[in-house]
C-alpha cells in the first residue's frame, strides 16, 4: 500500500531506494529480533547489560568518526550528482576525515581505559565496543544514498546483517561470551564497507584527499556533527547514561526495552532517509515542493508511529515476555513509558532532517538538540537513581518533546511553519540570538 502510494507521488529510483533501504532495516532491525530471546537468556540481565554498555560507547564513538556525513556527505552527493570530479573530491575528503577523527578517539579511549577500568574483562568490553563503534562510522551507505542508487548496497548490507545473526547462535554460547558478539559484528561490518568502498570507486575516480580539502569537509559537516552528537545523547548513549547511575541489571532491563522500542522506531527510518537528497534538492529549487513532500511523509509515517505506540502500550508485558524472558519482567514498565517514542522520533525527524537541515538551519537546530541532549543528562541525574529504568525512559521521552516544542516554536517565529503552510524563504543568518534566548529561556524554566 505505502510502496503504490510512493510510486505515485515520487520519482522511480526513489521508491527503489525507499523499498531498499527498507530491506537494511529488516536485515538490521527485524532480523537481529530472532536472537534477542537467545541472547537475553543466555547473557541474562547482567551480562546483557555489560554488553550494551560496551555497544553505546562504541555507537557514540561511531558518531563522532561518522562526524554527520551520512546527511552531510548525502547532501553534497546529491547536490553533485552527475560531476565525477567533484564526487571524488567529496568522497576523498570525507574518507580522509574519517581516519583523521579516529586517530584521537583511539587515544583518548586508550588513556580513559588505563585510569578508569576496573577489571581485564571490562577493558576488554570496551576496546570491543570501540572497534565495533569506528567499524560503523565507515559505512559507505551515505554515498550510494546521496546517488540514489541503493540496491545492490542495500543487498550487501542485508547479507551482512544475516551473517551475523546466523554466526551469533554459535559465538555466543555462555555468559562470558558477550566479547564474542562485539568481535563478530564489527568484523563483518568492516568486510561489508570494504566491499560498498570498491563500488563507490567504480563511479569515481580514486584520489588522496589533500589537506586543504580534509579540512573543507570537516568544516562542511561540523554542523550535523554538532546535531548528531547532541542528539545521540537522547538516543544511542542512553544506556552509557545509566550505567553510570545503576547496576549492570538495571542496564539490562532498559536496554531490552530500549532495543525493542528503537526497532519500532526504525521502521519508519528507511522512508525518511531514502527521501532526504530529494527533499534537499527540493528546498533549493522549489521550496513549497519541499514542504509539500515533507508533509506527505509526516501524515505516513505519523499515522504508523500512533499505531505502533499503541501496540507497544498494550502488549508491553506479551513482548517483553517473549522476546526477553520473563527474568526481564522489571523491563515492561521501561516499555510502556517508551511507547510515545516512535511519535516523537518522526515528528523530530520531520521538523529536522526533512525541514530545517535542507533549508540551511543548522544552528538553531544544533542549539536545540544539544540543549535536549544535555536535558537528557540532567534528568536522568536525579529520575535514573531512584526509578531506574523507568525513570531513564521518563528521561528520554520529556527531553524530545523538549527539542520538538522548542524547534516548533523557532520555525514559527521565522515563518517557516511545516504543519500551516505559513512559510516563507529562510535566512540562516538572521534571529539565531533571540532563537537562543528562547532556547534558554525553556531550559531554565
Given at each position: 500500500?505505502?510502496?503504490?502510494?510512493?510510486?505515485?507521488r515520487?520519482?522511480?529510483s526513489?521508491?527503489?531506494?525507499?523499498?531498499?533501504?527498507?530491506?537494511?532495516?529488516?536485515?538490521?532491525?527485524?532480523?537481529?529480533?530472532?536472537?534477542?530471546?537467545?541472547?537475553?537468556?543466555?547473557?541474562?540481565?547482567?551480562?546483557?547489560?555489560?554488553?550494551?554498555?560496551?555497544?553505546?560507547?562504541?555507537?557514540?564513538?561511531?558518531?563522532?568518526?561518522?562526524?554527520?556525513f551520512?546527511?552531510?556527505?548525502?547532501?553534497?552527493?546529491?547536490?553533485?550528482?552527475?560531476d565525477r570530479?567533484?564526487?571524488?573530491?567529496?568522497?576523498?575528503?570525507?574518507?580522509?576525515?574519517?581516519?583523521?577523527?579516529?586517530?584521537?578517539?583511539?587515544?583518548?579511549?586508550?588513556?580513559?581505559?588505563?585510569?578508569?577500568?576496573?577489571?581485564?574483562?571490562?577493558?576488554?568490553?570496551v576496546?570491543?565496543?570501540?572497534?565495533?563503534?569506528?567499524?560503523?562510522?565507515?559505512?559507505?551507505?551515505?554515498f550510494?544514498?546521496?546517488?540514489?542508487?541503493?540496491?545492490?548496497?542495500?543487498?550487501?548490507?542485508?547479507?551482512?546483517?544475516?551473517?551475523?545473526?546466523?554466526?551469533t547462535?554459535?559465538?555466543?554460547?555462555?555468559?562470558?561470551d558477550?566479547?564474542n558478539?562485539?568481535?563478530?559484528?564489527?568484523?563483518?561490518?568492516?568486510?561489508?564497507?570494504?566491499?560498498?568502498?570498491?563500488l563507490?570507486?567504480?563511479?569515481?575516480?580514486?584520489?588522496?584527499?589533500?589537506?586543504?580539502?580534509?579540512?573543507?569537509?570537516?568544516?562542511?559537516?561540523?554542523?550535523?556533527?554538532?546535531?548528531?552528537?547532541?542528539?545521540?545523547?537522547?538516543?544511542?548513549?542512553?544506556v552509557?547514561?545509566?550505567?553510570?547511575?545503576?547496576?549492570?541489571?538495571?542496564?539490562?532491563?532498559?536496554?531490552?526495552?530500549?532495543?525493542?522500542?528503537?526497532?519500532?522506531?526504525?521502521?519508519?527510518?528507511?522512508?525518511?532517509?531514502?527521501?532526504?537528497?530529494?527533499?534537499?534538492y527540493?528546498?533549493r529549487h522549489?521550496?513549497?515542493?519541499?514542504?509539500?513532500?515533507?508533509?506527505?511523509?509526516?501524515v505516513?509515517?505519523?499515522?504508523?508511529?500512533?499505531?505502533?505506540?499503541?501496540?507497544?502500550?498494550?502488549?508491553?508485558?506479551?513482548?517483553?515476555?517473549?522476546?526477553?524472558?520473563?527474568?526481564?519482567?522489571?523491563?515492561?514498565?521501561?516499555?510502556?513509558?517508551?511507547?510515545?517514542?516512535?511519535?516523537?522520533?518522526?515528528?523530530?525527524?520531520?521538523?529536522a532532517?526533512?525541514?530545517?537541515?535542507?533549508?540551511?538551519?543548522?544552528?538553531?537546530?544544533?542549539?536545540?538538540?544539544?540543549?535536549?541532549?544535555?536535558?537528557?543528562?540532567?534528568?536522568?541525574?536525579?529520575?535514573?537513581?531512584?526509578?531506574?529504568?523507568?525513570?531513564?525512559?521518563?528521561?528520554i521521552?520529556?527531553?524530545?518533546?523538549?527539542?520538538?516544542?522548542?524547534?516548533?516554536?523557532?520555525?514559527?517565529?521565522?515563518r517557516?511553519?511545516?504543519?500551516?503552510?505559513?512559510?516563507?524563504?529562510?535566512?540562516?543568518g538572521e534571529?539565531?540570538?533571540?532563537?537562543?534566548?528562547?532556547a534558554?529561556?525553556?531550559?531554565?524554566?
Open positions: 500500500m505505502i510502496s503504490l502510494w510512493l510510486s505515485k515520487v520519482s522511480r526513489v521508491t527503489h531506494n525507499i523499498l531498499a533501504l527498507y530491506g537494511v532495516y529488516v536485515a538490521s532491525f527485524v532480523i537481529p529480533l530472532v536472537t534477542i530471546p537467545y541472547l537475553s537468556r543466555v547473557l541474562g540481565p547482567a551480562g546483557w547489560g555489560e554488553v550494551a554498555t560496551a555497544q553505546s560507547l562504541g555507537m557514540y564513538v561511531g558518531y563522532v568518526v561518522e562526524y554527520g551520512d546527511f552531510s556527505g548525502t547532501r553534497e552527493v546529491a547536490r553533485f550528482r552527475g570530479t567533484r564526487l571524488a573530491n567529496v568522497l576523498s575528503g570525507v574518507l580522509a576525515a574519517k581516519v583523521l577523527l579516529m586517530l584521537p578517539v583511539l587515544a583518548v579511549t586508550w588513556v580513559a581505559v588505563l585510569w578508569t577500568s576496573p577489571s581485564a574483562a571490562h577493558s576488554k568490553l576496546f570491543t565496543g570501540i572497534f565495533l563503534g569506528i567499524s560503523y562510522g565507515f559505512n559507505m551507505m551515505w550510494f544514498q546521496g546517488l540514489e542508487r541503493m540496491r545492490l548496497v542495500a543487498g550487501i548490507e542485508i547479507g551482512s546483517k544475516i551473517a551475523t545473526t546466523v554466526a547462535f554459535v559465538v555466543v554460547r555462555s555468559v562470558r558477550g566479547y558478539l562485539l568481535i563478530l559484528s564489527a568484523i563483518v561490518s568492516l568486510i561489508a564497507t570494504g566491499i560498498t568502498l570498491a563507490a570507486y567504480k563511479e569515481v575516480d580514486f584520489r588522496i584527499a589533500n589537506w586543504a580539502n580534509t579540512v573543507q569537509t570537516l568544516r562542511m559537516g561540523w554542523t550535523t556533527f554538532i546535531f548528531k552528537c547532541s542528539s545521540g545523547l537522547f538516543s544511542t548513549a542512553n552509557l547514561i545509566l550505567s553510570f547511575f545503576a547496576p549492570p541489571a538495571v542496564v539490562g532491563y532498559f536496554s531490552g526495552a530500549e532495543k525493542i522500542s528503537r526497532a519500532a522506531c526504525g521502521t519508519l527510518s528507511p522512508l525518511s532517509r531514502a527521501l532526504f537528497p530529494k527533499i534537499s527540493l528546498a522549489n521550496l513549497h515542493a519541499a514542504a509539500k513532500t515533507a508533509r506527505r511523509v509526516l505516513v509515517s505519523g499515522g504508523a508511529s500512533i499505531l505502533m505506540g499503541l501496540g507497544l502500550f498494550f502488549g508491553s508485558g506479551f513482548i517483553v515476555n517473549t522476546f526477553l524472558g520473563v527474568n526481564f519482567r522489571l523491563a515492561i514498565p521501561a516499555l510502556q513509558v517508551l511507547s510515545v517514542l516512535p511519535l516523537i522520533t518522526t515528528l523530530n525527524y520531520a521538523v532532517i526533512h525541514w530545517m537541515l535542507p533549508m540551511g538551519l543548522e544552528k538553531p537546530l544544533n542549539f536545540v538538540t544539544l540543549q535536549g541532549g544535555l536535558l537528557n543528562i540532567v534528568l536522568a541525574c536525579f529520575l535514573a537513581p531512584s526509578y531506574g529504568q523507568t525513570g531513564m525512559a521518563g528521561s521521552v520529556v527531553s524530545g518533546l523538549y527539542v520538538f516544542g522548542a524547534l516548533c516554536w523557532i520555525l514559527h517565529r521565522r517557516l511553519n511545516l504543519f500551516t503552510g505559513n512559510y516563507t524563504q529562510p535566512n540562516t534571529d539565531l540570538a533571540a532563537d537562543a534566548v528562547f534558554t529561556g525553556c531550559a531554565e524554566k
